[in-house]
């Protein structure tokens, strides 16, 4: 059942599975993560436990000592297997609790795994503790669903949403054997309900794929104009910098994926030509392949920029990770050959030493604070500076009887200089080369 369907919950106990491949730090660091997610939902996280596992494979996830122990923290209200395999028994002197704290009797009402499980890995936790159990790809799911605004956004999360479901589908209790008379005789309810999910898919995919011509029509409008695409991690400050650039009115939460749909602003102070700015969807680590492939038309913006700003926490000590994982999916989606610049944000929030360390690290970076203007102006000058070397420099010749002409050339080109002549107007002028074509063209018709 989708996560939508469900009521509140508001006590989470988060799990971590331990494995040769995913162990140490980088564990750590994911259930933190974790533990971001979940909270930007509305749970309150009452404590963490981890296990060695060999793999995340096995159809009990737990061990049965570890699943006992979970059991307690969730109030015994499952029906436990005490006859589990026991190659999926493992020493408890090997187990790891994490900030368990002693937690009381029944403290958690949802428990959440740090990895993701297969439908009847989930089922079975589910029996046997009792209470309602999500894997990482659901937690994630159900942020998206939930801050999805536009159109296209709504489209992309709902089909990640049902391909996420489909397989988790089952019988209600009482349908098990009964079948269906009438359309599709002889189906069981949760065939009709897999059958309902795919027409519904079908039907989500026709509508996405005529959103997306309506936004590959807008940015081919855009295409002339230089633009330059906000990418990087959920909640690296994307947002903030967008609104300090723009001084557009963008969404800006100190949550995860607070921001899922593209905006498209233009930079200010204005510039002749216009600079357009887009605020892109952030990533995370063991983003669903679903999320991924659904979000390539809102990615596309990155595809079709100008120039990339790579805007990263670096008050976050794991933002180089976050940074590899930027580059993985950008090339999943085809971003190669494009201009980037690695913005350090949040500098406000390092010392001078780390500051400076930064800098010996990343030479060619910038360091910025949303907070601070003259940051905000020094990122502005070099995007200017790298439109203006796109930019070519021609003469034109406008007869004083062409009306409006003269008004466009302002509000679309960098004049550099004007003479005035007996019958014309010489102008120098700086823009794209797209742009130039079309005014020698209109020139030569009027």
Not at 110 to 138: H, I, K, M
Not at 147 to 170: F, K, S
Not at 308 to 324: G, K, M, N, W
Not at 412 to 438: G, Q, W
């Amino acid at each position: 059942m989708p996560l939508t369907d469900k009521p509140s919950i508001n006590h989470a106990l988060l799990i971590s599975i331990c494995t040769p491949q995913f162990k140490g730090e980088e564990a750590e660091s994911s259930l933190a993560e974790l533990a971001r997610l979940v909270t930007t939902l509305g749970f309150k996280v009452v404590g963490s436990q981890s296990q060695k596992q060999s793999s995340t494979q096995k159809s009990n996830v737990l061990g049965s000592g570890k699943l006992a122990e979970i059991a307690r923290l969730t109030g015994n209200k499952g029906d436990i297997d005490e006859t589990q395999d026991p190659d999926d028994v493992i020493d408890l002197s090997a187990m790891e609790a994490v900030q368990s704290e002693n937690l009381p009797f029944g403290c958690a009402d949802v428990v959440v795994f740090d990895c993701d499980l297969s439908p009847s890995q989930l089922r079975n936790v589910e029996n046997q503790l009792g209470v309602e159990v999500f894997d990482r790809t659901g937690i994630i799911i159900e942020i998206f669903s939930r801050h999805a605004r536009t159109r296209t956004a709504r489209l992309q999360v709902e089909i990640a949403r049902l391909n996420y479901l489909a397989p988790r589908l089952r019988e209600s209790s009482s349908g098990n054997n009964e079948r269906q008379m009438g359309k599709g005789a002889g189906e069981t309810s949760l065939e009709l309900d897999r059958r309902k999910v795919r027409d519904q898919l079908a039907e989500l995919r026709r509508e996405l794929v005529s959103v997306q011509d309506e936004l590959k029509g807008r940015r081919k409008q855009r295409a002339e104009l230089f633009c330059v695409a906000l990418v990087g991690y959920t909640n690296a400050g994307k947002s903030s910098m967008m609104r300090a650039m723009t001084g557009s009115e963008v969404l800006v939460e100190n949550k995860l994926f607070a921001t899922l749909d593209t905006t498209v602003r233009a930079l200010q102070p204005m510039t002749q030509p216009r600079i357009l700015v887009s605020d892109t969807v952030g990533f995370i680590k063991k983003l669903p392949h679903d999320l991924v492939a659904s979000f390539h038309s809102t990615l596309a913006e990155a595809q079709d920029a100008s120039l990339l700003l790579y805007v990263v926490d670096a008050s976050d000590p794991s933002f180089r990770s976050q940074l590899e994982v930027v580059h993985q999916v950008l090339e999943e989606v085809g971003v190669d050959d494009i201009k980037k610049l690695l913005v350090l944000n949040k500098s406000d929030q390092l010392s001078d030493e780390q500051q400076d360390a930064l800098m010996d690290e990343f030479p060619d970076a910038m360091m910025t604070s949303t907070r601070d203007p003259q940051d905000i102006k020094k990122l502005h000058q070099y995007i200017v500076a790298v439109a203006e070397e796109e930019m070519i420099e021609d003469e034109i010749i406008v007869p004083y009887t062409a009306k409006g002409i003269i008004g466009e050339i302002r509000s679309s080109m960098s004049i550099t200089r004007e003479e005035y002549e007996y019958d014309h107007i010489k102008l120098s002028v700086r823009s794209n080369e797209i742009e130039l074509a079309r005014l020698k063209k209109r020139m030569k018709d009027l």
